[in-house]
């Protein structure tokens, strides 16, 4: 269905032209690239409102209207929307505060923004960030926002790090978030359902300038090393300063050749105590020493740190799908990652277009990152458990003969093949695709977050990615 040209008019009311995105405008292609293609289904305009005046009218006629809509952040999990886009990139603000150690800044930033904005104006100091500078700040806040610091600091969303944010609803209201405590509980992991957030309050930390991490490449024949090594340091790590990324995906160029894509191991490792730690006993020297291993650590600062993810930016435009389940670390046997390489190999086996879009991220999180809410009904999702995120990912190129079912059937299926103690509940709600149980996911919170939805957007028209239906 076409956008009523009375649609247009009123949109035109409240809006200049600098903030309408056509899309013959030669903004458009950057103002629609989303993380993945099948979430984009190219909206009719993309509304980019430069002021909370101008997003209040637009936020409120939206939510009035039958017009399919969506809010952008980063672009990385927010589903698309047939008539409207409504991007937040001009809410770019940012100010720090020396005296309470705080940062307000603009929901509409990547955190690769903030982490240089935090480098030049509170140098020695970190926002949990992202560990890809890519991210959009609000889609991820919203729903927990995990960090390389988060070991120590908890997530960006707990209490004591999310601490206010500015809040334009549906019905138009503007308010800061901490004058209606039940919203901003929700907001603390209960993603974009309950209004539109233009800027956040945030802790920031104290940190070291000298960390010790990147990648260590190793050859496919190290699969079963990689995997004995890794399950025998999560045993005994219990260090919140350690953290680190286990990739499995296919590391060679695309070539012309018939060759069957096969599943490459990668870690990029993260140790905030130093190089001298990171490469001992107490660190990472049981992955160094594997055979065959490639050191291409350094010692870097944080957003050094989340600029080494960058490079995951290519994937994006592909036809992707993600899972984000979560496993305990009893799970993480001496299997654990060869189950994950046999997962990427099926994968390919059911569908070749597979190969290129395909990978899997086990991050392993220091033990206060999902542990620091203070309980399961402090913030809108109940992490307590010391656990880590299996970040499912399975894509193909844009065109390739690949079914959607495929790929979700694939997803569904992924968690218990890698990690046979998963539970259903067990999820970050980031990525979800429609087979997770929210109920579950989100416990005894969900019937109060519902409750909370009801109020604020009765209607349910924020509906996009995670959704809370109204009762």
């Not at 988060?150 to 960006?156: A, N, R």
């Not at 070539?255 to 730690?277: C, K, L, M, R, Y």
């Not at 909370?452 to 209607?459: A, G, L, S, V, W």
């Amino acid at each position: 269905m076409a956008l009523p040209s009375e649609g247009r008019t009123t949109i035109r009311s409240f809006l200049t032209d600098e903030e309408i995105i056509e899309p013959t405008s030669d903004r458009y292609a950057s103002a629609t690239d989303f993380w993945t293609a099948y979430k984009n289904p190219k909206p009719q305009l993309v509304l980019r409102p430069k002021s909370l005046p101008a997003l209040q009218k637009t936020v409120q006629y939206l939510c009035a209207s039958d017009l399919d809509f969506s809010v952008r952040s980063g672009g990385n999990n927010t589903s698309g929307a047939k008539h409207v886009q409504l991007s937040m990139s001009a809410f770019d603000s940012f100010e720090f505060d020396q005296d309470s150690e705080t940062v307000t800044i603009g929901a509409g930033q990547t955190w690769g923004e903030v982490d240089r904005k935090v480098e030049e104006a509170a140098p020695g100091y970190t926002v949990l960030s992202t560990r890809v500078p890519f991210v959009g700040v609000a889609g991820s806040l919203l729903l927990g926002g995990m960090s390389w610091f988060s070991g120590e600091h908890g997530l960006c969303s707990d209490p004591h790090n999310l601490l206010d944010a500015h809040v334009v609803l549906p019905d138009g209201r503007m308010l800061w978030a901490s004058t209606e405590p039940d919203l901003l509980w929700a907001l603390r992991g209960g993603g974009g359902n309950f209004g539109v957030v233009s800027a956040f309050k945030v802790k920031v930390h104290r940190c070291p300038q000298k960390i010790h991490a990147g990648t260590i490449a190793f050859p496919k024949t190290a699969m079963k090393a990689v995997s004995q090594g890794l399950s025998d340091f999560m045993k005994r790590c219990t260090d919140p300063k350690l953290g680190a990324h286990v990739i499995v995906m296919n590391f060679d160029p695309p070539t012309d050749t018939d060759d069957v894509p096969q599943p490459g191991i990668a870690i990029i490792i993260f140790d905030s105590h130093g190089e001298e730690h990171g490469r001992s006993e107490l660190g990472f020297k049981w992955a160094f020493d594997i055979e065959g291993a490639v050191d291409m650590t350094k010692v870097m600062n944080i957003r050094e740190v989340n600029e080494e993810g960058a490079s995951l930016r290519s994937l994006a435009g592909n036809t992707i799908m993600l899972s984000s389940p979560l496993v305990d670390t009893s799970s993480i046997d001496p299997d654990f990652v060869v189950r994950i390489a046999k997962f990427y190999e099926q994968a390919v086996e059911a569908n070749k277009a597979l190969g290129s879009g395909t990978l899997v991220v086990l991050e392993v999180l220091g033990k206060g990152a999902l542990t620091s809410s203070g309980g399961p009904n402090m913030t809108a999702w109940p992490h307590t458990k010391p656990q880590h995120v299996l970040q499912l990912v399975v894509g193909h190129p844009p065109g390739a003969d690949c079914s959607q079912e495929l790929a979700l059937g694939l997803l569904e299926k992924a968690p218990t093949q890698i990690c046979p103690s998963h539970k259903p509940g067990e999820y970050w709600p980031a990525f979800i695709n429609g087979s997770e149980d929210l109920n579950q996911i989100f416990g005894p919170n969900y019937e109060r977050l519902r409750h909370i939805k009801t109020k604020y957007d009765p209607k349910g028209r924020l509906n996009k990615g995670l959704f809370i239906p109204p009762f």
